[in-house]
């Protein structure tokens, strides 16, 4: 992990190997800001989402559970569990996470077991924190269309979003006036 300031090695696990796949997100109130692991613990590791009307992200498990991270007692404890793909086997990538439909919270987009239409799968719990859309973020914008190139994983705002987070910078929306 490098300082982005200055490029200094913050901290280092294991040089020279390659760890098949890691996870940044804010999952444990009890250490300020994201955790990043890739690793046993959690054993998600691919995607994470805000799902639950908390500030802390969620996971996205094998296949396409939803699961969350019980810092308590070092397991992840399951909020949705879909049989999705084919022949309803667990996928082990969705289509897409994204704040889709405008809440601040993502929704999971995967296939339908035939293969033949997409399942949109959204939150029903309530929530008390009140943030704009994060479609409405740049660079969240530009982490949904990542999800489709090269290697899938999920979109970050470009603000800190997770436990005792301050309140989010005024974006500077600018409409596009179509051309005539």
């Known amino acids: 992990m490098h300082d982005a300031r200055t490029g200094k090695v913050l901290w280092s696990h294991s040089p020279g190997v390659d760890v098949k796949a890691g996870l940044v997100a804010d999952i444990d109130p009890r250490h300020p800001g994201a955790e990043a692991w890739g690793g046993p613990c959690p054993r998600s590791n691919g995607f994470a989402l805000w799902w639950d009307g908390d500030l802390l992200r969620e996971l996205l498990g094998r296949g396409s559970s939803i699961t969350k991270w019980n810092w308590e007692t070092g397991q992840e404890e399951t909020m949705l569990e879909t049989r999705e793909g084919n022949r309803g086997r667990r996928i082990r990538r969705p289509s897409l996470t ?20 997409l399942r949109l799968h959204t939150t029903t719990i309530p929530t008390k924190h009140r943030l704009i859309t994060l479609m409405h973020d740049p660079q969240y914008r530009l982490g949904i269309v990542w999800q489709n190139v090269v290697y899938n994983k999920p979109p970050h705002p470009s603000f800190f979003l997770g436990a005792d987070m301050k309140k989010p910078p005024k974006l500077n929306i600018q409409l596009i006036k179509p051309a005539r």
């Open 98 to 117: 994204g704040d889709i439909l405008g809440d601040w919270r993502e929704e999971l987009l995967v296939p339908a077991p035939d293969g033949t239409s």
